[in-house]
């Protein structure tokens, strides 16, 4: 059974750190890792990643794929209080077929 | 960017009645979109792939006969719960993929919350 995996599932910081999220995967037949953040509605995408080591950014996010070791992350500098929120990731094979993990919990204090 | 609507966007119904909750692609056309649902403090949970002009695929453990799916044009897909029940109460939210399904980017709806006294 494909599943996503997230690490840590709850972390609380200070407004100015950087975090990284963790996401891991074991899927056959992969085709994309997808992150979203969701505050108190529906998810929000940030970034699809199909292709090994190369990074996407936006703004303050980037995030990176390991196809290899089958993992990828989310970092984020610098950050604000409007970026507490739950960041989930999803993998997605060539059947449209989604997996979410169980997504961090971001807190970010003032 | 693409915009998914879902209405209502919050109902409360009576234990054993229907409920339909509609999710809509505004400027796009969605070959398959998707029904998860929330529980507090949890993850999506996919229940169902709809894809337009055929029958819903289910997830194990989704009952197909008491949520509908009707994914009947290209921009308009319903869930019915039926004879809805307190455990029904949760967080469902749809999802839709552009018409291409290159990108296999997901757009969601903004969610219904459903009570269920």
């Known amino acids: 059974e494909d599943k996503v995996v997230q690490s840590p599932l709850s972390l609380v910081v200070h407004e100015g750190d950087t975090v990284t999220l963790n996401c891991s995967y074991e899927?056959?037949?992969?085709?994309?890792l997808l992150w979203y953040k969701q505050e108190k509605k529906a998810p929000t995408f940030l970034f699809m990643l199909t292709s090994s080591g190369i990074e996407k950014k936006s703004g303050r996010l980037s995030s990176i794929l390991d196809k290899k070791e089958l993992f990828s992350i989310l970092n984020i500098t610098a950050t604000q209080t409007g970026d507490s929120a739950v960041y989930l990731c999803?993998?997605?094979?060539?059947?449209?077929?989604?997996?979410f993990g169980p997504g961090t919990r971001l807190s970010v204090l003032p | 960017g693409a915009v998914v609507s879902q209405h209502p966007s919050r109902v409360i119904c009576k234990s054993g009645t229907s409920v339909k909750i509609e999710c809509r692609s505004l400027d796009f056309q969605a070959t398959t979109m998707f029904w998860y649902r929330q529980f507090p403090k949890q993850s999506l949970m996919l229940m169902a792939t709809?894809?337009?002009?055929?029958?819903?695929?289910?997830e194990q453990g989704v009952e197909k006969d008491k949520f509908l799916i009707n994914h009947a044009s290209l921009t308009l897909s319903t869930l019915t719960v039926t004879s809805a029940h307190p455990e029904d109460s949760s967080f469902y939210i749809c999802s839709a993929m552009n018409g291409g399904g290159a990108s296999y980017e997901q757009y969601f709806g903004p969610g219904t919350r459903l009570t269920v006294t």
């Open positions: 709809s894809n337009e002009g055929s029958k819903a695929t289910y």
């Open positions: 999803a993998q997605a094979d060539y059947g449209q077929n989604f997996v």
């Open positions: 899927v056959t037949n992969f085709r994309s």
